[in-house]
C-alpha cells in the first residue's frame, strides 16, 4: 500500500492525487489521507509549521498500518524529514520527487508555484537536495492554492502564462508545477511547449520503485 498523505485539510486536493496516483501506476494500491487538523492550503514557512504536528500523527498512523511508502503531498515538502526519521518505510515529498525527475531530463529546469511567499522555501529546499546548479529559477504565479480549485480555468491560464515565461526567460529545459494542487496542468498542457513535471506523478514512480 502506497498511502498518500495531504498536510492540508482540502479533501478535493487529496482525490486530486490519488486520482493521478493511479492514472500513473494502475496496478497500484494506493489511498489517500487528508489531515483534518492541518490548514486549508499550505502557503509559505508559517503554514507548513502548523500542518506538521497532524501530519505526523498520519505518518504514524501508516507507519503502523504496514505501508510500503508514504508520499507527502505537499510541494513544500512539509514535515520529510521528521518524517523519515520516524517511518520504517520510504517517505517521499513530492517536491524533491520532482527535482531530481526533472534534473534527468536536462541540465536545468524552473518551478512554478503559487505566491510569492513560497518562493524562499522552495529554494532553500533544492539547495538542501544539493540541485541548485540545475535550478532556473522559482517563479510565482501569483495564483492561490485555494484558486487552483475554485477558479480552475483563471488559476490554469495564469499558472500558464508564467511556464511561457519560463521558457523564454530562463533557459531550461522542463518546468516543475510548484503546487500540488496543479496536478490537472500535466494532462491540460498540450499547448504548452516545454516538458512539464509533477511531483505526485514524480514521488508514484520512485514509490513504486521502492
Known amino acids: 500500500m502506497i498511502v498518500i498523505i495531504n498536510p492540508n485539510s482540502t479533501v478535493s486536493m487529496t482525490d486530486a492525487m490519488v486520482e493521478t496516483a493511479l492514472r500513473t501506476m494502475p496496478d497500484a494500491n494506493v489511498v489517500g489521507w487528508t489531515s483534518t487538523k492541518g490548514p486549508p492550503a499550505i502557503q509559505g514557512e508559517q503554514d507548513g509549521k502548523a500542518a506538521i504536528p497532524s501530519l505526523l500523527d498520519l505518518v504514524k498512523e501508516a507507519d503502523e498500518a504496514e505501508a510500503r511508502a508514504i508520499i507527502i503531498g505537499c510541494f513544500d515538502d512539509t514535515g520529510l524529514h521528521a518524517a523519515r526519521e520516524m517511518a520504517s518505510c520510504p517517505v517521499i515529498g513530492i517536491g524533491q520527487a520532482a527535482y531530481h525527475l526533472a534534473s534527468l531530463f536536462g541540465q536545468r529546469f524552473s518551478v512554478v508555484t503559487t505566491l510569492d511567499v513560497s518562493v524562499p522555501v522552495l529554494t532553500a529546499n533544492i539547495s538542501s537536495y544539493g540541485l541548485e546548479k ?3 529559477r522559482v517563479r510565482a504565479s501569483g495564483v492561490p492554492v485555494l484558486a487552483l480549485e475554485n477558479d480552475r480555468e483563471n488559476a490554469t491560464r495564469r499558472v500558464k502564462e508564467e511556464i511561457r515565461t519560463a521558457l523564454r ?16 496542468i500535466v494532462k491540460d498542457g498540450d499547448d504548452v511547449p516545454v516538458k512539464i513535471i509533477d511531483g505526485v506523478h514524480a514521488a508514484v514512480k520512485f514509490a513504486a520503485m521502492f
Open 169 to 184: 526567460e530562463d533557459n531550461i529545459d522542463s518546468v516543475v508545477l510548484g503546487c500540488a494542487g496543479m496536478v490537472h
Open 134 to 136: 540545475n535550478l532556473g
